[in-house]
């Protein structure tokens, strides 16, 4: 992507690497980040997740772990200051709001992260408490925001962000459904019919709601089958590997034009979502 006007973000996978047990250096994180450093607009700290996954965080654990995300963060800043990259740092559910409060002094560009161990609603609540914050008096974002594993789109809506990222749409995909306006997520292929959500089948819902799904697949050139299994846009029968259909098949996969749907539900909100900043909100894969 060289050469375009794409902006790119670069996650450090420290929540990956805690839930694996596999700590990153930052000095290796660094060296990665200038190896590829013409690549990328903005680039989240190496930040430090308390604890272990699925045990209960001390406050001492919390504590320690916000102290050392800071160090990491000025240690950053500081290899990246002469290439004009910006490092992100992440204030997380959990931690003293002291954090939150110096992070807002010291840079115009921060994350929230409310983890991924609550539903919505404790999302919503953890994110309340911290707009008092990173606010003015009359709701209007005084930093740019960036939530991290946002995309539920109550949450899109209810506050100021400038960019949110989630693995989302490409999970809805993986699992068989699309995600569609009105409906949630909603299953299409012939193995999710099994499983002990299939009243949220397409198969088995009410007629009225199965058109209205066929409706808005078909204003995105889709019918419920290219979502279920192997499609030929060819000759239009499904394709497996015991049968061809014609002798020239275009396979097109269930997944992407799950992947595809997915998309473009996101992408609607984004454009949906206007932005104090003058602009649109951006939602980050």
Sequence with gaps: MRGTDLKLMLDSGAYTAWKQGTPIKLKDYIDFILETKDVWTTVVNLDMIP?????????????????????????LKEALAPYGITPLHVFHRGENFKWLEKLVKESEYIGL???????????????????????????????????????????????????????SWIWAGKDGGCLIPGYGKVLFSAASSFRSDAGKHFDAMPRLDREAIARYLARKRTIPRMLRDDYCLTCGIEFTW???????????????????????YYLAIQSAAGTPWGGRSSLVW
Aim: net charge positive.
């Design 51 to 75: 604890g272990k996954p699925n045990q209960p965080v001390t406050p001492a654990e919390a504590e320690r772990a916000a102290e050392i995300g800071w160090e990491n963060y000025l240690q």
């Design 113 to 167: 992260a409310p983890k991924t161990d609550g539903g919505t609603a404790v999302k919503m609540t953890w994110l309340d408490r911290c707009m008092k914050y990173v606010t003015d008096d009359k709701g209007w974002p005084i930093r740019k925001l960036h939530g991290f594993a946002i995309t539920a789109p109550e949450l899109i809506r209810r506050f100021p962000w400038y960019s949110v990222d989630s693995a």
């Design 242 to 264: 015991r049968r061809a259909c014609c002798s020239d098949p275009n396979i097109n996969n269930a997944q992407r034009s799950r992947d595809t749907i997915n998309i473009e």
